[in-house]
């Protein structure tokens, strides 16, 4: 009789009248795949199946099969048999997709890090590598690209207290990148957000430190020089691998509140600097021409001076030599200077020379004629 005896392995046992190889019911209900024996084989042990994948392997790579019946049409197999065709096939193209999933290529402005089982193993240069999958994975990161973090555009992020107790509004932007790629990936877990939390901290810090007035006029710069040092501090410490690359200090205004007010003053404190750079001028040129006049001073007051003792000198010198004269012969010494002090003292004006005899007694009571008018006007005459 004919029945389901075999399971959904197989059918009946020694009752049925089908001898035939790996015999079996294949009634309505007695078919159903079946083991390489046709004796109502059982459930097929794991120790089976990779036997039977190793005997399939032998075959593929050119060897003989094992015993156990696996030719030709011995057995109900429950489908097609494998070529070796197939196999090769199915093998290369395990094989290929393995190397698209091992290799890979790395730009020149990236760098990989190699992973093996989850841990750090190295670190990829620019072009091809090799990472065996599934055991070796990579992270590609592009290390010389510039990366930039905008901080303080949202609404009350820039507000910030200075030391003189005054609240001004900061934008700035923090342009990083990565040095090292190992550090940048197992160090930080939020890179961008760490990296906007320890700049807008580090400016809070810097602002704390100065006064407003420089911030908004004169020290952006030196601001952000300080931020930057102190970013870059804090990110080495934390082991980061990022480099900052500058800092650039978009915005410093007072509040939206007050900047009226502010610029006012600003305006007002820019005047006042004007005008003192043009008293500064003013009073280096007024400097300057007093100097030089006071040293053209000095020139001539020294020029006097040597002019007055050279000629006090010689006064002394002529002096001692009329004295050593007066000494030999008074008399004609007296003589000598009574005539040259009287050519010194007439000798450049007029003279009427009067004989001592006139309108004595040789003259017979003559009174002398003096014309004092037309000797008057011919000295104006000469004088003109």
């Given at each position: 009789m004919a029945g389901n005896n075999g399971g959904p392995w197989g059918g009946g046992g020694g009752n049925s009248?089908?001898?035939?190889?790996?015999?079996?019911?294949?009634?309505?209900?007695?078919?159903?795949?079946?083991?390489?024996?046709?004796?109502?084989?059982?459930?097929p042990e794991i120790d089976e199946l990779v036997k039977k994948g190793q005997e399939r392997l032998r075959v593929l790579m050119?060897?003989?099969?094992?015993?156990?019946?696996?030719?030709?049409?011995?057995?109900?197999?429950?489908?097609?048999?494998?070529?070796?065709?197939?196999?090769?096939?199915g093998v290369?193209?395990?094989?290929?997709?393995?190397?698209?999933?091992?290799?890979?290529?790395?730009?020149?402005?990236?760098?990989?890090?190699?992973?093996?089982?989850?841990?750090?193993?190295?670190?990829?240069?620019?072009?091809?590598?090799?990472?065996?999958?599934?055991?070796?994975?990579?992270?590609?990161?592009?290390?010389?690209?510039?990366?930039?973090?905008?901080?303080?555009?949202?609404?009350?992020?820039?507000?910030?207290?200075?030391?003189?107790?005054?609240?001004?509004?900061?934008?700035?932007?923090?342009?990083w990148n990565i040095n090292d790629p190992a550090k940048y990936l197992f160090n930080l877990a939020e890179a961008r957000e760490t990296i906007r939390a320890v700049s807008e901290s580090a400016m809070r810090e810097v602002i704390a430190r100065n006064e407003l007035a420089p911030i908004l006029n004169r020290d952006r710069q030196v601001i952000a020089d300080e931020a930057q040092q102190l970013i870059q501090g804090t990110l080495d410490a934390y082991d980061s691998g990022v480099n900052i690359v500058r800092l650039n200090l978009d915005k410093a205004d007072p509040p939206r509140e007050?900047?009226?007010?502010?610029?006012?003053?600003?305006?007002?404190?820019?005047?006042?600097?004007?005008?003192?750079?043009?008293?500064?001028?003013?009073?280096?040129?007024?400097?300057?021409?007093?100097?030089?006049?006071a040293a053209s001073q000095l020139e001539q007051a020294e020029a006097y001076r040597a002019q007055q003792v050279n000629e006090a000198q010689g006064e002394a010198a002529r002096f001692t030599s009329v004295l050593e004269e007066y000494a030999k012969a008074p008399e004609v010494t007296r003589k000598r200077l009574y005539l040259e002090t009287m050519e010194r003292v007439f000798g450049d004006v007029d003279k009427i020379i009067l004989e001592s005899d006139l309108g004595g007694a040789g003259g017979q009571g003559v009174v002398p004629y003096l014309p004092l008018n037309e000797l008057r006007r011919g000295a104006a005459g000469g004088n003109n």
């Open positions: 009248d089908d001898d035939r190889p790996g015999g079996g019911n294949r009634g309505s209900n007695g078919g159903g795949p079946r083991g390489p024996r046709g004796d109502g084989a059982q459930i050119g060897g003989k099969g094992g015993g156990g019946g696996t030719g030709g049409n011995g057995g109900g197999g429950g489908g097609p048999a494998l070529t070796r065709g197939t196999i090769g096939l290369l193209g395990a094989i290929i997709l393995w190397g698209m999933a091992s290799f890979y290529t790395v730009a020149p402005e990236e760098q990989s890090v190699e992973l093996f089982l989850g841990e750090y193993s190295a670190t990829g240069n620019p072009g091809l590598n090799f990472a065996p999958w599934p055991l070796v994975t990579a992270e590609v990161l592009p290390v010389t690209r510039e990366q930039t973090e905008d901080i303080g555009s949202r609404v009350d992020s820039g507000l910030m207290l200075t030391t003189d107790e005054n609240i001004i509004d900061i934008d700035f932007q923090v342009v007050v900047i009226d007010s502010f610029r006012e003053v600003q305006a007002a404190e820019q005047e006042r600097d004007r005008l003192e750079r043009q008293a500064d001028a003013y009073a280096n040129r007024v400097t300057a021409g007093a100097r030089g006049e």
